[in-house]
């Protein structure tokens, strides 16, 4: 009896709990998450022998069926006929009390409150320190369209982790040292013979070759700035140079664990579970790049000392990547279950022929070259849509790169990162479907629609909260409270096409919403205003607030 009465009191504590936690936190609330941990303590109350029971809470497609479902009855009902145990779904659904889930008006309405007043506040997690490379061109080489998806994809990942409030380091693995070096600088012995036996001088760090070699990086270093100006890409640089010294020390440690092979002189490793060695030090004593990715991922974790590693590298790297996370894992640098390693890779860029992206000669397709051609098509889309009329040199110069860059970085990110895609700037500068065009277009028609109302921020939040009575409002409502739901599964999965799919699905929201329902309703003789719902009004700033913040975390700049 008296364990009965404390259990009970426990329980007032855990919702009181919950509920001071709601109301002192300013973050917009994961409701998917909240309905897993209340689904869960349900199922491990009825099935307590259910070990891992699958989990599955999903929003509900038909209105009718509430607006989310706990769809994990049948799943264990599986499970439970493994273990001899009769019982049917429809059991289990009423053990579990609800399998579809209606949101009350007043939460989703206080929910929406709290966003307005606080703006759109992210669910801090754990502060974690995050290493993130990506870009990583060669020194010596311009940058050119296979440099193009690292570079937007590592910066929105990057964006994403910064967000949540994670300390992010982003590092550009330039690849300034090594073959390209050796036939520059033989270039260079053949042109001026007074350069003779640079490369070996450079290995032993002749102060005079360093300092010509440094020359030779500065140009470069120029050149890929203009590219992450344009792109507003912030990284540090870090190349392959950088871990020359360390690169020994891996060497040594391989050896003094009895990790090491010779092979025909070559020093390798076999690491577990992985078919393909890596060659720490070649025959005549060079590194290669195994030794300079060893050497950086070791750096990374023991002196960065990062909880996470994010390597943005093409999916043709993915043999490599796993046999150098493998090797760090066999050495004792790291523990999987403690330290989160992981290769974002990407699919290549292709022609609207199919193939690999080239020009018309079948080179190379030089980044700059490419987003000049972005600015120029930019600017031609935005004087056939008469905009050169109506805005002003600095407005309209503002939109086109805006346009420009959006649209090439949203191109790319709506895409599922692991498949190939297709570039085309007919189809990412089209202001119709799941483009950046389209999406900056409706978000400029959102932010226009309280300055034709002539209501001030400031106005619109002292106003009445959402009274959520049409269909449509309550639609857009729950879509607009789903964004915390869209971030967790991008930090877990790293796949970014979700976000733009959700920020597409908001935006063709908003308009079934805003054809529905007046918001600004004007006398249709002398076109003055004749009723403004605030309310509404609250539900257009809402949808504008959570739109800016998605466009942030893909890096790209809307205009007002």
């Given at each position: 009896e008296?364990?009965?009465?404390?259990?009970?009191?426990?329980?007032?504590?855990?919702?009181?709990?919950?509920?001071?936690?709601?109301?002192?936190s300013k973050s917009m609330i994961n409701i998917n998450s909240q309905l897993q941990e209340i689904f869960g303590t349900a199922i491990r109350a009825a099935y307590p022998e259910l070990q891992n029971a699958p989990?599955?809470?999903?929003?509900?497609?038909?209105?009718?069926f509430g607006d989310y479902q706990c769809n994990s009855a049948m799943a264990m009902t599986q499970m439970l006929k493994t273990m001899d145990k009769k019982v049917s779904p429809r059991g289990i659904a009423l053990v579990q009390a609800f399998i579809n889930v209606h949101l009350h008006k007043d939460f989703i309405s206080k929910q929406l409150s709290k966003l307005l007043v606080n703006g759109?506040?992210?669910?801090?997690?754990?502060?974690k320190k995050v290493v993130v490379d990506f870009s990583s061109p060669n020194i010596a080489k311009e940058m050119h369209v296979g440099h193009l998806r690292s570079t937007i994809i590592g910066d929105s990942i990057c964006r994403l982790f910064e967000f949540v409030g994670h300390d992010v380091?982003?590092?550009?693995?330039?690849?300034?040292?090594?073959?390209?070096?050796?036939?520059?600088?033989?270039?260079?012995?053949?042109?001026?013979?007074?350069?003779?036996?640079?490369?070996?001088?450079?290995?032993?760090?002749?102060?005079?070759?360093?300092?010509?070699?440094?020359?030779i990086c500065e140009v470069s270093r120029k050149e890929f700035q203009k590219i992450y100006d344009c792109l507003d890409i912030s990284i540090i640089d870090r190349g392959e140079s950088f871990y020359q010294d360390r690169m020994v020390?891996?060497?040594?440690?391989?050896?003094?664990?009895?990790?090491?092979?010779?092979?025909?002189?070559?020093k390798i490793v076999f690491a577990p579970g992985c078919t393909v060695p890596l060659t720490i030090q070649k025959s005549d004593g060079g590194f290669t790049y195994d030794t300079s990715d060893l050497a950086a991922l070791k750096q990374r974790l023991q002196e960065e000392k990062a909880d996470m590693i994010i390597y943005v590298?093409?999916?043709?790297?993915?043999?490599?990547?796993?046999?150098?996370?493998?090797?760090?894992?066999?050495?004792?640098?790291?523990?999987?279950?403690?330290?989160?390693?992981?290769?974002?890779?990407?699919?290549?860029?292709?022609?609207?022929?199919?193939?690999?992206?080239?020009?018309?000669?079948?080179?190379?397709?030089?980044?700059?070259?490419?987003?000049?051609?972005?600015?120029?098509?930019?600017?031609?889309k935005l004087n056939e849509k008469g905009r050169d009329k109506v805005l002003t040199p600095e407005e309209l110069t503002a939109a086109q790169t805006s346009v420009a860059f959006g649209c090439i970085k949203y191109a790319d990110l709506s895409h599922n990162r692991m498949n190939d895609y297709i570039f085309s700037f007919d189809k990412m500068l089209d202001d119709r479907g799941n483009t950046a065009a389209y999406l900056l277009y409706a978000y400029t028609?959102?932010?226009?629609?309280?300055?034709?109302?002539?209501?001030?921020?400031?106005?619109?939040?002292?106003?009445?909260?959402?009274?959520?009575?049409?269909?449509k409002e309550w639609k857009l409502a729950r879509c607009i409270l789903r964004f915390p739901e869209i971030l967790q599964k991008n930090l877990e999965d790293l796949l970014l096409h979700t976000l733009c799919d959700y920020l597409y699905e908001l935006a063709t929201i908003f308009t079934e919403f805003y054809d529905n329902c007046y918001c600004v309703e004007k006398d249709r003789q002398t076109g003055q205003i004749v009723k403004v719902n605030m309310s509404r009004l609250l539900l257009c700033d809402a949808t504008a607030a959570v739109m800016a913040k998605g466009f942030d975390i893909l890096g790209i700049k809307p205009v007002q």
């Open positions: 008296e364990n009965a009465k404390l259990k009970y009191r426990l329980n007032i504590l855990r919702k009181s709990l919950l509920e001071e936690k709601k109301k002192s989990l599955a809470v999903t929003p509900s497609q038909q209105p009718k759109v506040q992210p669910i801090v997690e754990e502060r380091l982003r590092l550009n693995h330039l690849g300034d040292w090594g073959t390209q070096f050796g036939m520059l600088i033989a270039h260079l012995q053949d042109k001026f013979p007074d350069y003779y036996q640079c490369v070996v001088q450079l290995q032993n760090k002749n102060p005079d070759i360093i300092t010509a070699w440094n020359l020390q891996v060497v040594k440690e391989f050896e003094s664990k009895g990790l090491v092979e010779v092979d025909e002189g070559r590298i093409d999916s043709g790297q993915s043999i490599h990547m796993q046999t150098i996370f493998a090797a760090g894992h066999m050495i004792g640098w790291y523990d999987p279950k403690v330290t989160r390693i992981e290769h974002a890779g990407f699919g290549v860029v292709l022609g609207e022929d199919k193939k690999k992206f080239k020009t018309r000669s079948g080179d190379t397709v030089r980044l700059i070259d490419l987003l000049e051609e972005g600015l120029k098509r930019s600017m031609e028609r959102i932010r226009s629609i309280a300055r034709l109302a002539n209501i001030s921020d400031e106005e619109l939040h002292k106003a009445a909260k959402e009274i959520l009575d049409h269909e």
